[in-house]
């Protein structure tokens, strides 16, 4: 093929008919490749395909949904504050999403006020999306979601639990037991628990994990200490903590407070795990090179996005081809070097 071919091609953008010609196939049908559809033959699609590199023919997406009154735009509604898990998800969910042939429109709440809530979603909707995800919700956004009766389908990726048919389910709660089991069976008693934001699901569940733990263990639960998820946080706590309590162990609702609080162990001349063992939860990318390598709580993030995507192409009616559906792994413990039995 050759774009003497298309004898304008070189004067303005091609256009789908340009590749139609060059191919030699109906407009219909480069139509059905760019949308992924299975009905065609290898060797057309083969062809098209072909004929649109030659060209360098880039879908308009304002065309295609004009066409075909589908935007393939699904909207993402984040948190209020960043974290390494909301961000690796997102970026899971975008993947996805394009393997797919859909493209992602993003929304992060400025507050979790109701109003600003609602002002979030409507963005997204006045978008033209055709599903939303809501990744790592704050407690108010779950009613908000189910008070407006979106017309697209929605997936929370949330700790609510299979019970929830609309949530891709990671049991946050287990996850935050077995990390106060470990403690325990270390021989720490006296464990405190820095914890997330007041309205965060996920901080919610790990707080019930460590107080249920704490009850079946028949052990006097500390009063959690809510925290920002920042390592700044975890520091200051730290520093308060340790001159009033009298703990040998802390969970922290997530590495990066966990990090902080080391750093406040340190900076009062004691140790981690001599003095103080500390666990986290996420297992971010540096929680292995710590000093001493931090005890955590893995989440797999990139398959929960991918497994939130997998969810809601299923609510669209589109077909996954025979793909295996993706299955998150499930939480699990991950034992370093910032826990031993307490020496006191």
């Known amino acids: 093929m050759s774009e003497t071919d298309i004898p304008d091609a070189a004067a303005r953008a091609p256009s789908i008919r340009d ?23 290898p060797e057309t699609a083969a062809r098209v395909r072909e004929a649109i590199a030659e060209l360098k023919f880039v879908p308009n997406q304002a065309a295609r949904a004009l066409a075909t009154s589908r935007t393939r735009l699904i909207g993402v509604l984040g948190p209020r504050a960043t974290t390494h898990g909301t961000s690796a998800m997102v970026l899971a969910v975008e993947s996805a999403a394009r393997r797919a042939g859909y493209r992602l429109t993003v929304t992060n709440l400025g507050t979790s006020a109701p109003d600003d809530v609602r002002a979030s979603i409507d963005h997204l909707m006045q978008q033209s999306i055709e599903g939303l995800i809501a990744v790592a919700p704050q407690t108010r956004v779950v009613p908000i979601l189910d008070e407006m009766q979106l017309p697209v389908p929605v997936r929370i990726v949330s700790s609510t639990g299979p019970s929830t048919p609309t949530a891709t389910f990671n ?47 028949d052990l006097a639960p500390r009063p959690p200490v809510l925290g920002d998820w920042t390592a700044q946080f975890g520091y200051e706590a730290g520093l308060e903590l340790l001159r009033t309590e009298d703990a040998t162990a802390v969970f922290a609702g997530n590495d990066h407070m966990a990090l902080g609080f080391m750093h406040a162990v340190r900076a009062i001349g004691r140790s981690v795990p001599e003095d103080v063992s500390v666990v986290g939860f996420d297992d971010v990318p540096e929680a292995a090179h710590l000093w001493p390598p931090l005890t955590t709580v893995r989440q797999d ?44």
């Open 301 to 344: 993030f990139a398959g929960i996005g991918q497994r939130a995507v997998w969810d809601l192409l299923t609510d669209l009616g589109v077909s996954h081809d025979g793909q295996a559906m993706p299955e998150p792994d499930h939480l699990r413990l991950i034992v370093r070097s910032s826990t031993a039995p307490p020496s006191r």
């Open 171 to 217: 049991d946050q709660i287990s996850g935050a037991r077995a990390a106060v089991r470990h403690l325990v069976e270390l021989g720490h008693t006296r464990i405190l628990h820095i914890a997330g934001p007041r309205d965060w699901i996920e901080a919610d569940h790990r707080m019930r994990g460590y107080l249920a733990e704490m009850d079946a263990q």
């Open 19 to 41: 590749v139609a010609r060059l191919a030699g196939v109906s407009y219909q049908t480069v139509s059905r490749v760019i949308n992924n559809s299975p009905q065609l033959r």
